[in-house]
C-alpha cells in the first residue's frame, strides 16, 4: 500500500533563517507531488505540484520554493523564513491519472 | 481566476440537527468534485467525491453530496449529525489538472 511522510512535524523559526521539509511518498511511482498551505482562516492553499522529477509549477509568488530531486521525494524550502510563512503545510500525491488526493501527517510551522 | 468557495466559515450544531455545507466553483469545464474532512489531530482524508454519473454522490459516516452543474455547486449534506462529526470541512474541485480547496468549513456539534 502507498504511504506518504513528511518531517518534520512542528518547527519553530526564527525570521530569516532557512527552512527545509521533506515528503518522501512510498509504493508507487512516478505520483503527482503537491505542497500545500493551511493557514489560519484561509483554507488549504496549493502552493507548488509536480508532475516528474525535475518539474514544479509554483501556484503563488512568495519567498519558498520546492524541488523533487527524486521521484518519490518532495522538499519545500526557503532561504529567509518570513513571520508571514507561519501556517501549516501538507505534503500530498495523487496517481498521474488519478483525481484523489492523499495528504502527509502534516508540519506546523512557527517563525518567530 | 478558477476558484471554490464555501459559505459557511463556522457552523454549530446540536447533535441530531441535518447538516448542508455550501459549496461553489468558477469554472465552466469538466470538474471533479470532493469533499475532504480533517477531524481533529488527524491526517486531512476524503469523505466524498464525484467524477460522472449520478450527480447524488453519497460518502462515508452517512455525508451525502449533490452536484448541480447549473448552480456550479456541490453541497454537502447529512440529515442528522453527531458530535462526532465535529471537525474541518473543505471541498475541493480538480480545475485543469490542479485541486483548488475552499476555504474549509469549521463544524461543531453540541452534543
Known amino acids: 500500500s502507498q504511504t506518504i511522510h513528511q518531517w518534520p512535524a512542528t518547527l519553530v523559526q526564527p525570521v530569516g533563517s532557512p527552512l527545509s521539509l521533506e515528503c518522501t511518498v512510498e509504493?508507487?511511482?512516478?505520483?503527482?507531488l503537491y505542497w500545500y498551505r493551511q493557514a489560519a482562516g484561509r483554507g488549504l492553499q496549493l502552493l507548488f505540484y509536480?508532475?516528474?522529477?525535475?518539474?514544479i509549477s509554483s501556484e503563488v509568488p512568495q519567498n519558498l520554493s520546492a524541488s523533487r530531486p527524486q521521484d518519490r521525494q518532495f522538499i519545500l524550502s526557503s532561504k529567509k523564513l518570513l513571520l508571514s510563512d507561519s501556517g501549516f503545510y501538507l505534503c500530498?500525491?495523487?496517481?498521474?491519472?488519478?483525481?484523489?488526493?492523499?495528504f502527509g501527517e502534516g508540519s506546523w510551522l512557527t517563525v518567530v | 481566476a478558477q476558484s471554490v468557495s464555501q459559505h459557511n466559515h463556522h457552523v454549530i450544531l446540536s447533535e441530531a440537527a441535518s447538516l448542508e455545507l455550501g459549496c461553489n466553483y468558477s469554472?465552466?469545464?469538466?470538474?471533479?468534485l470532493f469533499w475532504y474532512v480533517q477531524y481533529p489531530g488527524q491526517h486531512l482524508q476524503l469523505l466524498l467525491k464525484?467524477?460522472?454519473?449520478?450527480?447524488l454522490v453519497k460518502g462515508i459516516k452517512g455525508f451525502e453530496a449533490e452536484f448541480i452543474k447549473s448552480k456550479f455547486s456541490f453541497n454537502l449534506r447529512k440529515p442528522s449529525v453527531q458530535w462526532s462529526d465535529t471537525a474541518e470541512y473543505f471541498c475541493a474541485a480538480k480545475l485543469t489538472g490542479k485541486l483548488i480547496f475552499g476555504q474549509g468549513t469549521t463544524l461543531q456539534v453540541k452534543p
Open positions: 464525484y467524477f460522472s454519473g449520478d450527480p
Open positions: 500530498a500525491w495523487s496517481v498521474q491519472v488519478g483525481n484523489t488526493i492523499y
Open positions: 509536480s508532475v516528474g522529477i525535475g518539474q
Open positions: 469554472y465552466g469545464g469538466t470538474v471533479n
Open positions: 509504493g508507487t511511482s512516478n505520483p503527482n
